[in-house]
T-cell receptor, first 115, second 113 residues
Framework: AQKITQTQPGMFVQEKEAVTLDCTYD???????LFWYKQPSSGEMIFLIY??????QNATEGRYSLNFQKARKSANLVISASQLGDSAMYFC????????????FGTGTSLTVIP | DAGITQSPRHKVTETGTPVTLRCHQT?????MYWYRQDPGHGLRLIHY???????DKGEVSDGYSVSRSKTEDFLLTLESATSSQTSVYFC????????????FGPGTRLTVL
């Protein structure tokens, strides 16, 4: 079974609108971390936001927030007030356990912001 | 930005030749990783290291070997390159404390003809 599933290969959003990128995960480990990364067309991977499995509140970082629904095993990324510079690939990832030995990435969602 | 460099940044080689990619970090992070990125597959873990001389296999390790003789360097070797190993290779590092997010290098584009 896939550890991380991103079901939206491509998404479009109007500038200044909010958009939600979906991510579901699969693990039986009670301790895990969920991450979102952005990859612009230039190719670098940029860390956006983190949610720990024991965190009670949804993580937020500026215009990024993570809608964490533990029972549903989903960790959707919400980008508010989209900007043209948000056009990029977005990857959801999971670290199982509390140390850094294994990360799993989804296949990514390509987001295009329309002026 | 985390201090991670990869060399070379681009390489074209022929089938059957050995290739070594280098990842160098200045952050003194414990964990280092090699991924490959292919369309439709996202990033897939090849090998990772949890300390000097301590390495383990990832999801797609066949045809690859790694070595880590110093904290700052993690080498990925393709003993005999094949066309299926044409890909973009990313090195990443993470610490053993806190969030453990991974910081990525700029990537190496490898083409095997």
């Amino acid at each position: 079974a896939q550890k991380i599933t991103q079901t939206q290969p491509g998404m479009f959003v109007q500038e200044k609108e909010a958009v939600t990128l979906d991510c579901t995960y699969d693990t039986s480990d009670p301790s895990y971390g969920l991450f979102w990364y952005k990859q612009p067309s230039s190719g670098e991977m940029i860390f956006l936001i983190y949610q720990g499995s024991y965190d009670q509140q949804n993580a937020t970082e500026g215009r990024y927030s993570l809608n964490f629904q533990k029972a549903r095993k989903s960790a959707n990324l919400v980008i508010s007030a989209s900007q043209l510079g948000d056009s990029a690939m977005y990857f959801c990832a999971m670290r199982e356990g509390t140390t850094g030995n294994q990360f799993y990435f989804g296949t990514g969602t390509s987001l295009t912001v329309i002026p | 930005d985390a201090g991670i460099t990869q060399s070379p940044r681009h390489k074209v080689t022929e089938t059957g030749t050995p290739v070594t990619l280098r990842c160098h970090q200045t952050e003194n992070h414990r964990y280092m990783y090699w991924y490959r990125q292919d369309p439709g597959h996202g990033l897939r873990l090849i090998h990772y290291s949890y300390g000097v001389k301590d390495t383990d296999k990832g999801e797609v390790s066949d045809g690859y070997s790694v070595s880590r003789s110093k904290t700052e360097d993690f080498l990925l070797t393709l003993e005999s390159a094949t066309s299926s190993q044409t890909s973009v290779y990313f090195c990443a590092i993470s610490d053993s404390t806190g969030v453990n997010e991974q910081f990525f290098g700029p990537g190496t584009r490898l083409t095997v003809l």
